[in-house]
């Protein structure tokens, strides 16, 4: 796209109004990623945890004097260790939500966007819109011309062999 400053400005600003158009969607997305954490706990995390009256309290007493507190910061312990495990797979997945829900979708929005605007124009209407230099259109024209007159040798020398 260096070469061509003015097709340079105008896929950039496309590129902008579809991330843009995208980013509802990201956000959205992101935000489902999170509630989802927030809502429903891994169970088999906390299963560790002793639950019965010989290994962590004494179901008789109040809910208050029932466990010592080396049972209480156990179960702190690893309730902070649960936080940090799913903020580390927050850390993930936030991305790549991200990437997938904006930057792929974007990018397929631009190229149907670029692909419908440009498919139907012509060669010399492309080379204006693409502020080519003259000398550059000129020597593709030539290589152009230079590549339908090898084709057509090969044809002739292949027709001529094979007889």
């Not at 980013?23 to 489902?32: F, N």
């Not at 891994?42 to 007493?61: I, S, W, Y």
């Not at 466990?67 to 850390?91: H, I, P």
């Not at 000129?138 to 062999?161: K, M, P, S, V």
Request: hydrophobic letters at 35%.
């Amino acid at each position: 796209l260096r070469q061509y400053p003015t097709r340079r400005a105008e896929v950039s600003t496309a590129a902008v109004e579809a991330l843009e158009r995208m980013r509802d969607e990201s956000k959205r997305a992101t935000l489902q990623l999170v509630d989802m954490e927030c809502g429903y706990l891994t169970v088999e995390f906390f299963r560790k945890l002793p639950q019965d009256a010989e290994k962590g309290g004494n179901p008789t007493h109040s809910i208050f004097d029932r466990y010592n507190d080396a049972y209480l910061r156990r179960v702190g312990s690893t309730v902070l260790q649960y936080v940090n495990m799913v903020c580390a797979a927050l850390r993930h997945s936030i991305p790549k939500s991200i990437v997938y829900c904006q930057v792929r979708e974007s990018k397929r929005s631009l190229l149907d966007h670029f692909f419908t605007e440009l498919g139907g124009k012509e060669a010399r209407a492309l080379g204006r819109m693409l502020d080519e230099d003259p000398a550059i259109i000129q020597r593709r024209t030539n290589l152009q011309r230079r590549l339908e007159l090898y084709r057509t040798a090969q044809a002739e020398i292949d027709a001529i062999t094979w007889k």
